[in-house]
């Protein structure tokens, strides 16, 4: 983030527990308007604890600001109003429902003119979705379910969308196609957080990065610096 630049999110020593094993610990982090950061670390490292901490999943000692609001005592519908968005990592798509109806539920929050607009936004990114609007989400390939997932959040015309894997179990071909619209967003103001297992791919995409290491950041930079790092390349890339 530039100096002098204020934060479009901020986390403040964060602490996440699960009874007495605590998964994050003293976290701080802040997110730049139009930013992508990007969160590395092995499994187990609170990557995922941290998402839902944000978006208010699980409870989080410390401090979450989200466009200047302090978002402590917001339930996740608020957060989600307020420009906050999640895509977690095995989706939570309602596989009985349409296409359609799983999208409708991304705008329960914002009036039908403007959930129109974004019907149309969201079909224009992903044409697939309007070719299956009238399909159950779960007989969609695991690509459609991924992007379904996206255009849900989209819905609600978020400032910030956060990613917790959304490459897994997908196919080669289908990762890079999930990566270029996520690059797309970011290219049209929307500012990212990016959970991914591709760590190369993701330190690429990343203005910035963090690393977590057993609930705690070790490291943070440059999405470029951190990927010519040395105990980067070691740890997470195999070089």
């Known amino acids: 983030m530039n100096p002098g ?3 479009l999110l901020s986390v403040s020593s964060a602490h996440v527990a699960y009874g007495k094993v605590e998964a ?3 976290v701080s982090l802040d997110v730049g308007d139009n930013e992508i950061v ?5 499994n187990g490292a609170g990557k995922t604890t941290l998402l839902n901490a944000i978006i208010g999943s699980l409870p989080l000692k410390g401090r979450v600001t989200f466009a200047g609001q302090d978002m402590a005592r917001l339930e996740i519908e608020d957060r ?3 420009g906050l968005s999640l895509v977690p990592e095995h989706r939570e798509l309602f596989s009985t429902m349409t296409v ?6 991304g705008a329960f929050r914002i009036a039908k003119a403007i959930a129109a607009k974004s019907f149309e936004r969201v079909y224009a990114l992903f044409p697939r979705l309007k070719e299956r609007r009238r399909q159950l989400a779960g007989t969609l390939s695991g690509g459609e379910q991924q992007m379904l997932a996206i255009g849900r959040c989209l819905m609600g015309q978020p400032d910030l969308i956060m990613f917790d894997e959304p490459s ?3 196919a080669p071909a289908v990762v890079q196609e999930v990566f270029r619209t996520i690059k797309r967003l970011n290219e049209r103001g929307m500012t990212v957080i990016l959970v991914e297992q591709n760590v190369a791919v993701s330190l690429k995409l990343a203005s910035r990065a963090y690393v977590l290491e057993n609930g705690r950041v070790v490291m943070a930079g440059s999405g ?6 040395d105990r980067i390349r070691q740890a997470y890339l195999g070089l």
Not at 224 to 229: I, K, P, S, V
């Open 24 to 26: 994050v610990r003293s």
């Open 5 to 7: 630049t204020s934060a």
């Open 224 to 229: 470029a610096a951190l990927l010519g790092d």
């Open 168 to 170: 897994l179990g997908l």
């Open 100 to 105: 359609e109806d799983n999208l409708q539920l």
């Open 38 to 42: 990007t969160i590395i670390g092995a």
């Open 80 to 82: 989600v109003a307020a």
